[in-house]
């Protein structure tokens, strides 16, 4: 697949064309990312980023895993480029325990290959220009036992873009999927709530 970060960015175009004001945004992992790249040419009320990709891209989350976890590094690999890995892979990568067979097996079979140009964008060639972003109200929320991204990786990428980094206890990557998910939810509820967003 050749779709490009800037791709994606435009999509969040759309939806907001569509919904006719400015959303909040809420973006997981690459999702964190596009919303960052948004932000670089609009403006929004607020925005919660989910085990995102920070701002200094995925380079030093990918040299700690392989570092880490080479073996579930090559794996993960395979998975974007090829759509080809197990299941336990996948299970290592996104959650902090196990995961229902039947739960696992249905995501499993959902995975599909990522964009190359898209990782090399989050990597190195499209990273947010942070003098061009619009600041807004943001929460960062890490996941404890993310595999992905360490905590201190995104409380650094937090400090680049503004707003406060919390840390989720108990989750995995895959923070609105993992056994426990709810914490998430009620902060982030909770966070918009408090926010002048909520006011």
Request: aromatic share 8%; net charge negative; charged share 20%.
């Amino acid at each position: 697949m050749l779709t490009s970060a800037d791709d994606y960015v435009e999509d969040v175009f759309e939806a907001v064309r569509r919904i006719g004001r400015a959303p909040v945004l809420v973006g997981h992992s690459m999702g964190g990312f596009v919303a960052q790249k948004y932000l670089e040419d609009a403006a929004a009320p607020a925005a919660v980023l989910l085990a995102s990709v920070p701002p200094q891209g995925l380079l030093g989350a990918q040299l700690g895993l392989a570092f880490r976890n080479p073996a579930l590094f090559a794996e993960l690999n395979g998975v974007l480029a090829h759509g080809r890995g197990s299941a336990e892979a996948l299970r290592k990568a996104l959650f902090a325990g196990a995961v229902a067979p039947a739960k696992l097996a249905e995501w499993y079979r959902r995975t599909q290959p990522e964009s190359q140009r898209a990782v090399w964008d989050m990597t190195l060639f499209a990273l947010p220009q942070l003098w061009r972003m619009n600041r807004t109200p943001t929460l960062w929320l890490a996941a404890e036992r993310d595999a992905l991204f360490p905590v201190e990786q995104l409380r650094r990428g937090a400090g680049m873009v503004g707003g406060s980094l919390e840390v989720i206890p108990g989750l995995g990557h895959a923070m609105m999927l993992d056994e426990g998910w709810e914490s998430a939810a009620e902060r982030v509820e909770q966070w918009l709530r408090e926010s002048a967003v909520g006011g």
